[in-house]
T-cell receptor
């Protein structure tokens, strides 16, 4: 079946440093979604990318979808303590299923 | 706007007992999902439902049973709980399938 791999599993940064998490699918995706889960909370939708090579920005967050629609990344510029949490990618297929990556747990040290 | 709720939020049970986790959504979304979250495994799909009376297995269905008699409710039952089912369980809904999923607050289950 479809597999979505996400790396790294953990990332510790100093406040102000940049952070990137990567997502790779074993199959071509129809879309990729990103979610954030604060400690003790539930996953919350951030964004969806649909087009090959698409880049979207939300303030300090930049999301990219690869040209082959098999990989994606989330980059945070100048991390803040409010960025802590687990970031999940979720790959969508043409028949509608979402497969979540394992998530990247981000810790930001002040 | 209540959104999607889960109950109980915390549950401790013993091996072999039956446990039912409740999920209720107020958006009338057709699709509902149950995930379990374990460290190192991310979110794994247990079961999902496309509409009332339509359910299908996900990635890790063994040991779980679901039903969906009404669109707004999607209960998950552990027929005979095992320690390996200790986890955080999230219910989610979407409309249509493949679009944004809205998650409930989760149920933290401990099986002793």
């Amino acid at each position: 079946g479809q597999q979505v791999m996400q790396i790294p599993q953990y990332q510790h940064v100093q406040e102000g440093e940049d952070f990137t998490t990567y997502c790779n699918s074993s199959t071509t995706l129809s879309n990729i979604q990103w979610y954030k889960q604060r400690p003790g909370g539930h996953p919350v939708f951030l964004i969806q990318l649909v087009k090959s090579g698409e880049v979207k920005k939300q303030k300090r967050l930049t999301f990219q979808f690869g040209e082959a629609k098999k990989n994606s990344s989330l980059h945070i510029t100048a991390t803040q303590t409010t960025d802590v949490g687990t970031y999940f990618c979720a790959g969508g297929t043409s028949y509608g299923k979402l497969t979540f990556g394992q998530g990247t747990i981000l810790t930001v040290h002040p | 706007d209540a959104g999607i709720t889960q109950s109980p939020r915390y549950k401790i049970t013993e091996t072999g007992r039956q446990v039912t986790l409740m999920c209720h959504q107020t958006w009338s979304h057709s699709y509902m999902f149950w995930y379990r979250q374990d460290l190192g495994h991310g979110l794994r799909l247990i079961y999902y439902s496309a509409a009332a009376d339509i359910t299908d297995k996900g990635e890790v269905p063994d040991g779980y049973v679901v039903s969906r008699s009404k669109t707004e409710n999607f209960p998950l039952t552990l027929e005979s709980a095992t320690r390996s089912q200790t986890s955080v369980y999230f219910c989610a809904s979407s409309e249509p399938m493949g679009e944004t999923q809205y998650f409930g607050p989760g149920t933290r289950l401990l099986v002793l």
